[in-house]
């Protein structure tokens, strides 16, 4: 037991390493393909400088490399796992009685602990970083109006309204809406008041709008009740739970939003009428990623342990590396079928890297048991 223990912390030390440096190394590189497509982009505007493009990089270094994990831990695993095998130790390990699956569980708890840390530590750093960075995105190389633009300027809002009722709801649809120096604004809007029983109370027709402070300020308001004729325009003031910077989250990639934050911001967007589809998903794809990478580990180890003796070893390391790319492109399937409502968010989330659990546990019964 003890042989077997300090070979699995041995085998631990030189996956774990090689993982790092494999993740460090791809980032890297997809940093500077990053950089040169933020440069051709910039070539336009006079104010993206050299210095703002290199900072827009700097803030999506972290990003990627949570894009790139799951790819570091598998190549990273395949390059441990096949130098161990070529120097002979894990032959003699496996001769001398240890099983396969005594000397994978550290490396593959390794794997599963760095998706954890990704998940609950590098993600809201990511994300933070991330939101800088298409901020300055937006500011400098960007031509748009920033996320809301995407959706022609116009802004539909379900929220609570306890001024005609304590269980009222109030529906406001906006057109020109901009955000300016933390404020936003808006024209056109109305706002539809219900009561607890989803009726009508009364229509709010308003020329301008301004969303500051915890409040909707309506200028030029017209009341409109049924069996009662327009008010006169007057000014009012319509208290929310929506801020600004959730609007604008509402629009953003939902990855710029903290692992931690994304519960409750969930649960505010579809309070407030929402499409939540895209940040259930990247929650969904965030408690997964521990057991993704816990696959990839599993899946190295059975594509990188045959014997050279026995020939085939760069077919068998290659076939891992299509394996691996195999199951990237079935995870964004899924993602795709995900956000579009036709799977669960956390199936289309979860089904892959249960999917590569299972092959890569076969792969290792196979080779361990024959």
């Not at 993740?23 to 336009?44: C, G, K, P």
């Not at 298409?134 to 748009?144: Q, R, T, W």
């Not at 906006?174 to 109305?190: E, F, M, Q, Y």
């Not at 579009?340 to 956390?346: I, N, Q, T, V």
């Amino acid at each position: 037991m003890a042989i077997a223990t300090t070979l699995a912390r041995y085998i631990a030390r030189v996956f774990s390493l090689n993982v790092l440096a494999m993740l460090a190394a791809l980032t890297l590189v997809v940093a500077l393909f990053d950089f040169i497509e933020l440069l051709r982009r910039a070539a336009s505007q006079p104010a993206a400088t050299f210095g703002v493009v290199a900072e827009i990089a700097a803030l999506r270094l972290p990003w990627i490399s949570m894009q790139i994990l799951p790819f570091a831990v598998l190549l990273g695993g395949i390059l441990a796992f096949w130098r161990l095998t070529r120097s002979s130790e894990l032959i003699v390990a496996r001769a001398a009685g240890v099983s396969a699956w005594q000397f994978l569980a550290a490396p593959m708890l390794c794997a599963v602990l760095l998706g954890a840390a990704a998940t609950t530590v590098v993600s809201p750093v990511s994300a933070a970083l991330r939101a800088r960075a298409e901020a300055v995105d937006s500011s400098y190389i960007k031509v748009g109006g920033g996320p809301l633009s995407l959706n022609g300027g116009q802004l539909w809002l379900r929220q609570a309204d306890r001024q005609l009722d304590p269980k009222g709801v109030a529906i406001l649809h906006a057109n020109g809406v901009t955000v300016s120096k933390g404020v936003l604004n808006a024209r056109d809007i109305s706002v539809f008041r219900l009561d607890a029983r989803d009726a009508m109370v009364e229509r709010v027709e308003a020329a301008h709008a301004v969303l500051d402070q915890g409040d909707w300020r309506l200028d030029g308001a017209r009341l409109l009740r049924p069996g009662q004729p327009p008010g006169a325009p007057t000014t009012l003031q319509l208290p929310t739970n929506m801020t600004v910077d959730r609007v604008q989250d509402s629009f953003a990639p939902p990855d710029t939003l903290s692992f931690w934050a994304l519960p409750g911001f969930i649960a505010l967007l579809e309070h407030s009428g929402f499409s939540a589809i895209r940040h259930r998903l990247h929650f969904q794809s965030l408690l997964a990623l521990p057991l993704l990478t816990g696959t990839m580990a599993l899946l190295a180890a059975g594509f990188s342990m045959r014997p050279a003796r026995r020939g085939g070893v760069a077919q068998m390391i290659g076939s891992g590396v299509a394996a691996g790319f195999a199951l990237f492109v079935v995870s964004k399937v899924a993602e795709e079928f995900g956000q579009s409502g036709a799977l669960p968010p956390a199936l289309a989330a979860w089904a892959p890297a249960l999917a590569g659990l299972m092959l890569s546990v076969a792969l290792l019964l196979h080779l361990e048991d024959g």
